[in-house]
């Protein structure tokens, strides 16, 4: 196919004039047209050939560091999840990969940051452990406060974990500490001062050491409170159980003590008071007794002795519940026809006369000879 060098019209290959412009067709035409169909197809496979191989190096770029970015987000993935395990030497190993893959991951080089802080904490830890498996409680404890000190201001799922860490060993401290203190003296007194201090801390080991030093307390208190109940010492019981329940509010053992106490306080008392009444009656009685029946004859006789004179004797028997003095019997002689012949009083001896103690007397009469009847007329005692 050739084109007219005049006007552009396309020429046919038999055509020797331009059906556009009439001008004569030169004869080379078609050959040149030839040649230049050959030239321009040389000439365009150099650009399509470049043009491919840029797509290609393009796509194989994109490729490339697609990959590198997948497997740099791999070792990324996988460095923290070591992080988080505490295997921190290993976790910086994969941090350091993702860097050398690729520098999109920011993260990787604070993430390697952040485990240097970590292994500077962990050897921290290990430190700490060391000292408290030495007893070495105090240097345990700065070990831990230096810890602490590196993650001021600090915040992050790591930094979390390494808080976590950091509180567990203080804890683990603090209760070997305790533990410790305890051994060397197990008194209640130094038991009730680190019971507070042990229920602060937050793990199990303490607060089954906590629960132990409880049912201490609780022991001891109840202990005491009824040997103190078995006394009627209510106060003193009441006191015990309430310090118990200081420490351990929730004790039914302590709270059941306590209901125990109040009852028999209240029944003591109303015992006691019942037992005053009852005193008072019976020594209003014994007063009555000891004013009006404070004794009885034990026997009373009349003899005449070798002088004819009339005896008068008797022994008198003390039923007072104190001493008496100064007892005498009144008497009258009566003849034989009912009338009073003398009158008489006379005192006894001892002239004390303790309770169940017996008394004598004796009167002799000089003026009479005879007396058929001894009629008592009255007893007289003074209470002592």
Excluded at 57 to 68: E, K, L, N, R, V
Excluded at 75 to 81: A, I
Excluded at 261 to 276: H, L, P, S, Y
Aim: hydrophobic share 35%; aromatic share 10%.
């Amino acid at each position: 196919m050739a084109y007219c060098p005049y006007c552009g019209t396309r020429i046919n290959s038999n055509e020797i004039y331009c059906v556009s412009c009439g001008k004569s067709v030169p004869e080379d035409i078609h050959t040149r047209s030839k040649e230049y169909k050959k030239s321009f197809n040389t000439w365009w496979v150099l650009p399509l050939s470049v043009l491919l191989f840029c797509i290609t190096f393009t796509a194989g770029s994109y490729w490339f560091i697609d990959y590198q970015s997948s497997k740099a987000e791999e070792k990324l993935e996988k460095g923290e999840q070591l992080a988080l395990e505490g295997k921190y030497e290993a976790a910086k190993k994969y941090f350091n990969d993702c860097l050398r893959l690729t520098y999109k991951f920011p993260a990787a080089n604070q993430n390697k940051q952040y485990m240097d802080l970590a292994i500077q904490i962990d050897s921290l830890i290990k430190d700490a452990k060391y000292h408290i498996a030495n007893e070495q409680f105090q240097e345990a404890l700065k070990k831990v406060e230096r810890a602490e000190g590196k993650l001021n201001n600090m915040d992050g799922e790591l930094i979390q974990k390494l808080i976590e860490d950091i509180v567990t060993i203080r804890n683990k401290a603090k209760v070997a500490q305790i533990k410790a203190n305890i051994n060397q003296d197990s008194s209640i007194s130094k038991l009730k001062s680190v019971l507070w201090q042990i229920e602060a801390i937050q793990n199990e080991k303490a607060q089954t050491m906590a629960n132990t030093i409880q049912e201490q307390i609780i022991s001891h208190a109840f202990s005491n409170a009824n040997e103190a109940l078995k006394q009627n010492q209510f106060s003193i019981a009441r006191s015990f159980v309430e310090e118990g329940l200081r420490y351990a509010p929730e004790s039914q053992k302590l709270q059941s003590l306590k209901t125990t106490v109040e009852k028999e306080k209240a029944a003591f008392e109303t015992a006691q008071q019942n037992r005053i009444e009852q005193a008072m009656i019976t020594a209003e009685e014994e007063h009555k007794k000891n004013k009006n029946d404070a004794v009885e004859i034990v026997k009373i006789e009349k003899n005449l002795n070798k002088q004819d004179n009339l005896v008068v004797k008797g022994k008198m028997k003390s039923v007072a519940t104190v001493p008496i003095t100064s007892v005498s019997l009144s008497y009258n002689l009566l003849n034989k026809d009912g009338m009073v012949v003398d009158t008489n009083e006379v005192y006894i001896y001892p002239d004390t006369l303790y309770p169940d103690e017996v008394g004598q007397f004796e009167f002799t009469h000089y003026d009479l000879q005879k007396a058929l009847q001894v009629k008592i007329n009255k007893v007289k005692w003074f209470l002592n």
